[in-house]
């Protein structure tokens, strides 16, 4: 019986951020998501196909072990919260808003 060992490239695939390439399996590398347009924030990363494992995904800067099969990840962003503040009018003192 004979068995053949290859090292498969692995695809990796950020939307809205920096880390892609091609890896091998169990390899670690930085993801770095895209700075938030006007008004948004950074919400997470999520993962799209294959399966990783991310450092954390709700940090913008974070890493991922690569899996031994292609990788889709997304960053998210959110809208980013307001405080109004209303005085000599009516309404409460301080609530929070999304634009």
């Known amino acids: ?10 695809s990796l695939i950020v ?3 920096e880390g892609d390439g091609t890896y ?5 590398t930085p993801i770095v998501a895209d700075e938030p347009s ?6 997470k990363w999520v993962v799209r196909s294959g399966n990783p494992k991310i ?3 709700i ?11 292609d990788v889709i ?6 809208n980013k919260l307001f405080e109004l503040e209303v005085r ?3 309404g409460r003192n301080l609530d929070s808003y999304l634009l």
């Open 24 to 28: 091998s399996s169990g390899v670690v």
């Open 88 to 90: 000599n009018g009516k």
């Open 15 to 17: 939307i809205n951020g």
């Open 38 to 43: 006007k008004n948004k924030i950074f919400d």
């Open 55 to 57: 450092d954390d995904a």
């Open 1 to 10: 019986m004979r068995t053949e060992c290859r090292n498969r490239s692995i």
């Open 59 to 69: 940090l913008s800067n974070t890493k991922l072990q690569m899996p031994n099969e």
């Open 73 to 78: 990840v997304e960053a998210t962003y959110k």
